[in-house]
């Protein structure tokens, strides 16, 4: 078990602060059903989204018979350490090989012999592929999940997020020792490394797998389970083209 303490909210819902391989120590949440489990879901968020979003969505599973764990990312809201962010050292992989991981391995520990769904919103999604214990996971379902390469955005976004990737990113996260994004009014303050990846990612055509190479498009192709995925023909930021691209990726899933 990594869980380190452990307190209870009510009723159902318990706080954990769980620690990870890299020493790290993650703020979760588990929500528990009152009625007999057929499953435990953990929600990824999306990027520079807190887990606190998501507590409707894993209530709404708890009633329908499902335990549910949804977390902060390192060095992100709750899972902010007492020192500064400066000092947070992970980037997008590092999420996916110790954050993703650890709770997978916490969801496994809680609940055995219950299938583990892994529920993807956006970045969540992209990390899943990513997760060096997949293994472990017996269905993963994204929500507006896409590649992110700017040029294959929906039109509303690509009109000005050219401004983030080549001017306020590059200028201000190195600036700053981070990327700002409560003060500017953007996303979310988000640790250094993970900004300046995902700023990568999002310039090349192949997103994760033309930055990262070889060994990222292996990792997306070891999850053989299935694989089901939504997306919104209004989406604001992803287009078809940007959801199509990071899809094909798991070229071994059972995609239903």
Not at 108 to 130: E, I
Not at 173 to 194: A, E, S, Y
């Amino acid at each position: 078990m990594s869980v380190v303490f452990y307190f209870e909210n009510w009723s159902g819902m318990h706080t954990r602060i769980i620690q990870t391989a890299l020493n790290s120590k993650l703020s979760a949440t588990q929500f528990e059903s009152q009625s007999p489990a057929k499953g435990v879901v953990v929600i990824a968020s999306a990027l520079a989204v807190a887990q606190s979003y998501y507590v409707p969505i894993a209530q709404w599973l708890t009633a329908q018979g499902y335990h549910v764990l949804t977390f902060d990312y390192t060095g992100t809201f709750a899972s902010v350490q007492p020192e500064s962010i400066k000092t947070v050292d992970i980037d997008l992989l590092g999420w996916a090989s110790n954050d993703c991981a650890a709770m997978v391995d916490e969801a496994v520990a809680l609940y055995p012999d219950l299938p583990l769904y892994w529920l993807g919103h956006s970045m969540g999604g992209v990390l899943a592929g990513l997760i060096p214990n997949v293994a472990k996971i017996d269905k993963i379902i994204t929500i507006a999940s896409g590649s992110g390469y700017w040029r294959e955005n929906a039109d509303v976004l690509k009109r000005r997020v050219w401004a983030l990737w080549y001017f306020i990113v590059p200028v201000v996260t190195p600036m700053f020792g981070f990327f700002p994004g409560r003060r500017l009014k953007l996303l979310h303050d988000l640790p250094f490394g993970v900004m300046m990846q995902w700023r990568r990612w999002s310039l090349h055509p192949e997103y994760t797998v033309g930055v990262e190479g070889d060994g990222v498009r292996e990792q997306y192709a070891r999850f053989s389970g299935p694989l089901t995925g939504f997306s919104f023909s209004d989406d604001e930021y992803l287009s078809v083209a940007n959801v199509d691209s990071l899809h094909k990726r798991y070229t071994h899933a059972q995609k239903i």
